[in-house]
């Protein structure tokens, strides 16, 4: 039985030269990536091999293949493998060739010399596995389809393929949208919670009416005697801070109440007539506060005008155009008026 091509199949894996002693030497190379013209394929890179007769120096490779395999002595695998080399030559002599599993075919020429056709799917070789051929049409051959179809054809493979990109747009866009209404939402929630807790902490709970807090009073005296003079003082200075913000926002409050009142009594005073419009499209409020910073600044008569759902501030009231571009003229050095223009006001 000859087991010289399993052991040689074995050690080309890691080997590029494989010496058969006294038969000669098998020889690994690389080939390239390549194109097959007769079918217009590309190959992918391989490991062929080539045969070399003249390679018959023992270099112990083959034999340590054998110790190791069969638990022998490197003087019973020599003797091995000189057995099995004779047998080889005399099937090749006798039947013309010998194929090597997985790696070639030897024959015997006419001269008596050995010929070697390697496996032309290559020797294995991990670096290179799973690779395989394919097939690129050339720009004559798309051409000569394309030119074969009828319009019919045509038209119908364009009407699929349209139809495959809408659907694929479709469902990126509805991903998408769903994505970002995810996100949107998760926002709106951390935004509401955050301003939740800054309200919680900035803005002290209703306090009740003087009444009550006058039947509820506690005294606080035996728990200033008792508790330490830095903490009594702490919360005396934070409840002042407290009662401070609470009368400015007091204050501030009733400001505003007489400004809306103060813009009220302006707006019901004007008659019809030309203004010169110094906002336009604000909200109330934010007229009302613009307005009574202008009056704060020496401009009596600035007003806000409400005609639906459309505030404007404005400035005086004249009975011709005329008159309310003199007016707007002479005004329009200040910063207050840059912009501004003239309207007509019922």
Sequence with gaps: MIALDRHIEILLLSN????????????????????????????????????NQK????????????????????????????GEVSELQQRIENEGSYTFNGIGTITVNDEGYYEFAPCEAGILSPTLYGLDSFKMPTLQ???????????????????????????????????DHTSNHRLVALWRNLAAASVAV??????????????????????????????PKDITTGQAEALAAVREKSARQETATVQKAKADKQDDTHTADRKSGYAIVLASRVTKANANTYAVQLRQRGYDKVYVYTNGRSNKVLYGCYDNESDARSALNRLNDKIEFEGAWITFVK
């Design 141 to 175: 051959e798309l051409r000569t389809a394309l030119l074969a179809q009828t319009p019919e054809q045509i038209v119908t493979g364009t009407t699929q393929k349209e139809e495959a990109n809408e659907t694929s747009v479709a469902m990126t866009a509805d991903n």
């Design 198 to 227: 800054i309200a919680f902490l900035l803005f002290p709970s209703p306090l009740v009416n003087n009444q009550q807090m006058s039947e509820s009073r506690i005294d606080t005296h035996l728990l200033d005697r008792i508790m």
């Design 16 to 51: 590029d030269c494989v010496i058969v002693p006294g038969f000669g030497g098998f020889v690994a190379h690389h080939i390239d990536a390549r194109k097959d013209e007769s079918d217009g394929s590309f190959l992918p890179p391989i490991r062929s091999i080539g045969f």
């Design 55 to 82: 390679l018959t120096i023992n270099d112990s490779l083959l034999a340590q293949s054998y110790v190791e395999a069969y638990d022998i002595s490197y003087p019973e695998a020599t003797t091995r493998i000189e």
